[in-house]
């Protein structure tokens, strides 16, 4: 009977040992800091979304710190509206970076280096051949397809192309000035003859040439900008530098990790370089020469 | 036998493998169809979820613009869902023809995106906007038309396919059904068949043994193959064996009995017949008798004379006199009976015609350890009997021959007489059988007996081409050793 009673005690406590195991609580771990990072449409938003989507997840992995993407659509006035989206940053295009960094005080940390070596771009103006434009001139009354308003290659080559040829004011030369909202979009309007002239990233038209033979046999380029720094990793000035400095790290680093060189192929680059405000001086010149004040900037509501 | 039963497990056991194998094939092949069936039902979902996805977009689509519209996010979300619902697609199909419709639809998917992204993207007039949001609109639809197409057809193909996957399956389940009932029936059928084949040779030599035991010695075994088929050959000679030995056994006991009576008969006959024999003889000498009387008491002795004969043939019947072993050549004592023959007997055939002697005395004989007093007895025996049977004059032949594989000599002697009685063929050589009006019936008897005790055989058989023939077969015996070992 004693050894009965002992026996059912042994049960007991072991069981009572098991159940304060069953119910300890997971050690806490620290809340993961998540980052939401706009993205500036040069294609089809959900190309451009598929194409960081790979680069996104490997930071996460790499720097602990969850990135998020949004797609970002030029339209209304993304840059003043920074915060309202919530944005931790955002892979800027040169002018739009310059404004955000005029009017948000976001920091460039990062850009793409290609293949070819080059991690800059230029803006390309062109028109159809059969369209009987070849000079400025011959663009009266016609239809010009920018991009966005925030961007170099997409507005200001083309305002300053104009200006220089002596045109003041676009909107009453042109029978319809419009922004496609992507690069891409320029480029299939003026193919499809839905525009007459159109700007460009020479980036997005070169690949855009490969892919499509259309484009050499019909487009034809009558003039190109002075290079600007490539779309960069931009962060909001208050976020902290230590997480800046891991983002930095794993994008400087990328092209030395098997990983990051399949995620590097992937999104068709080759490393990413370090930024710096100095490399977008071009894009402030031209700013200048139009005669922009970016902390005043000011984006023309919708109609 | 043995390898009929090897042979029918064989067969046993290929038919389980077959019937088992088949089992497993068909339930294979039913699995399979069912779940490939299960897989296109799940694409047939993907396709109708992928429908779904793009009506979705182009709701979003329908709705941009007005105090309605999603998110930019949203619909950015539901575009990508759609790109990937179309990716699913790639991960089912594999046929180059369909692989290119997908192709094609994903191109269509993509160009659908494009316009989509352009008017989520496009800062332009009413005007430029709404064509664009239009022609978004129209790309929608085609791409809505075609996969509604594609869905038509292929849910035409699911029902078709759907249907002959459940004949198959329903032609399975009665093929299963039909194998679970005649399966066993077939195997019972081989078993019953296989213990038959067993248990009927068994009962053959059951029933025979059982004749055997009943005294039906001349019952044998016909009609069984294989080993059970030596078994009834062994069964035959045993039972051969057997009634030999019985006869033998029945010689013996009626030798007991003849030896007994000649016993009794020596003592009790012979000696007054002696007493006879010569009590008329001295009649005949002292008394002056008539020449009638004469010719009565010449008859008496001559009469006395044939129950001497008698008695002396019926005693050396009974008592055989112990042989005389020496090597000797069967033909040289052939040789010799046949001049004693032509010397002593053969005149009184003569006179109605002449017998003819043809003799084939085989070469290499070896010489044999037996006695030739005894037999030249039994071929001069043979002989007197084959002349009485040729009394209107024929062919004696006599041949031997060395039978090598058997290690014997085989003597024949031929007649062109009429042949045996075949009422008697079987009782030739048995005591006091005899055709002859002044006959014994002791001397075939005796010439058996005297072959016996030389360890060979005799027997008689009618000559299909007319007369009798009698063999004899003495085994080759070329030293005393042998002679005691066998006598």
């Known amino acids: ?303 | 036998m043995k390898k009929k039963i090897l042979i029918g497990l064989g067969i046993l056991s290929l038919l389980f493998m077959l019937i088992g194998a088949y089992v497993i094939v068909t339930v294979d092949r039913a699995t399979s169809r069912l779940d490939h069936l299960v897989k296109l039902h799940q694409v047939e979902i993907l396709r109708e979820h992928l429908l779904l996805q793009i009506k979705r977009v182009q709701s979003d689509l329908a709705w941009s613009g007005t105090r309605y519209a999603s998110g930019v996010d949203t619909i950015v979300s539901h575009g990508l869902q759609m790109g990937k619902g179309i990716d699913r697609c790639f991960l089912c199909h594999h046929s180059p023809q369909v692989t290119e419709g997908l192709v094609d639809l994903k191109r269509q998917t993509e160009s659908y995106e494009d316009f989509l992204s352009h008017v989520l993207t496009l800062e332009a007039n009413r005007v430029r906007r709404e064509a664009e949001k239009d022609e978004a609109i129209r790309r929608g639809q085609d791409l809505i038309a075609k996969v509604n197409g594609i869905i038509a057809l292929t849910s035409r193909n699911l029902e078709s396919n759907t249907r002959a996957v459940f004949r198959q399956i329903a032609i399975t389940k009665t093929m299963l059904f039909l194998l679970i009932a005649v399966g066993p029936v077939i195997l019972m059928t081989l078993g019953v068949l296989f213990t038959r084949a067993l248990t009927r040779p068994v009962n053959t030599l059951l029933t025979a043994t059982r004749r055997l035991k009943g005294g039906a010695l001349d019952h044998r075994v016909e009609g069984l193959k294989d080993e059970f088929g030596e078994l009834a050959t062994s069964f035959n000679e045993m039972a051969g064996s057997l009634k030999e030995q019985m006869q033998k056994m029945q010689r013996t006991e009626q030798m007991v009995v003849v030896g007994e009576l000649a016993a009794g008969l020596g003592h009790e006959v012979k000696n007054p017949l002696a007493g006879i024999k010569a009590a008329v003889n001295l009649l005949s000498e002292e008394l002056t008798l008539n020449r009638e009387d004469q010719d009565l008491f010449s008859r008496i002795v001559e009469q006395v004379g044939r129950l001497e004969a008698l008695m002396k043939g019926f005693l050396n019947f009974a008592k055989p006199p112990k042989p005389q072993w020496e090597r000797v050549s069967v033909n040289e004592v052939l040789e010799t009976t046949i001049d004693f023959y032509l010397v002593s007997h053969r005149p009184s055939s003569q006179a109605f015609g002449g017998i003819d002697i043809q003799k084939s005395m085989g070469d290499g004989l070896p010489r044999t350890m037996a006695d030739p007093m005894q037999l030249q007895q039994v071929f001069l025996n043979l002989f007197l009997n084959a002349g009485d049977a040729m009394s209107n004059g024929g062919t004696l032949a006599v041949k031997t021959l060395y039978d090598a594989p058997a290690d014997s000599i085989r003597i024949e002697i031929r007649d062109t007489g009429p042949g045996i009685d075949p009422e008697i063929m079987g009782r030739m050589f048995s005591p006091f059988l005899t055709t002859k009006p002044k006959g014994t019936g002791l001397g075939l008897a005796i010439c058996r007996q005297m072959i016996e005790r030389h360890g060979g055989s005799v027997g008689a058989e009618n000559d299909p081409a007319g007369g009798a023939l009698f063999r004899i077969v003495l085994p080759v015996k070329r030293g005393e050793e042998e002679v005691k070992a066998t006598w």
């Open chain 1, 1 to 303: 009977m004693k050894m009965l009673l002992l026996a059912f005690s042994l049960c007991a406590v072991l069981a009572a040992g098991c159940a304060r195991q069953e119910t300890a609580a997971p050690p806490s771990s620290p809340p993961e800091m998540t980052l939401l990072i706009g993205l500036t449409p040069e294609h089809n938003i959900f190309k451009q979304i598929r194409r960081y989507e790979p680069l996104a997840d490997y930071l996460s992995e790499k720097t602990g710190v969850r990135v998020t993407l949004k797609v970002l659509t030029y339209r209304g006035n993304v840059i003043d509206n920074f915060q309202s989206l919530k944005l931790d940053g955002a892979f800027f295009g040169s002018f739009g970076y310059v404004l955000a960094h005029a009017k948000q005080g976001v920091v460039a940390l990062a850009r793409p280096e290609y293949p070819d070596g080059s991690s800059s771009y230029h803006g390309v103006l062109f028109v159809r051949k059969d369209g009987g434009i070849r000079t400025v001139r011959q663009m009266k009354g016609k239809r010009l397809a920018l991009v966005a308003r925030a961007t170099t290659a997409g507005y200001l080559f083309p305002m300053i192309f104009l200006k220089r040829a002596g045109v003041v004011n676009p909107e009453t030369f042109f029978r319809e000035v419009y922004y496609a909202g992507a690069h891409e979009g320029t480029i299939d309007d003026v193919l499809d003859r839905k525009a007459d002239v159109g700007v460009s990233k020479n980036t997005v038209y070169d690949r855009f040439a490969a892919e499509n033979p259309r484009i050499g046999r019909e487009l034809l380029i009558l003039g190109e900008s002075d290079e600007a720094p490539e779309n960069a990793l931009a962060l909001r000035k208050e976020i902290e530098d230590s997480v800046k400095g891991k983002l930095v790290d794993a994008l400087i680093a990328m092209h030395a990790d098997p990983e990051g060189v399949k995620v590097l192929k992937a999104f068709g680059a080759r490393r990413f370089i370090a930024t710096t405000d100095t490399d977008y001086a071009p894009v402030m010149t031209y700013a200048r020469e139009l005669g922009i004040d970016l902390a005043n900037f000011r984006f023309p509501a919708e109609e």
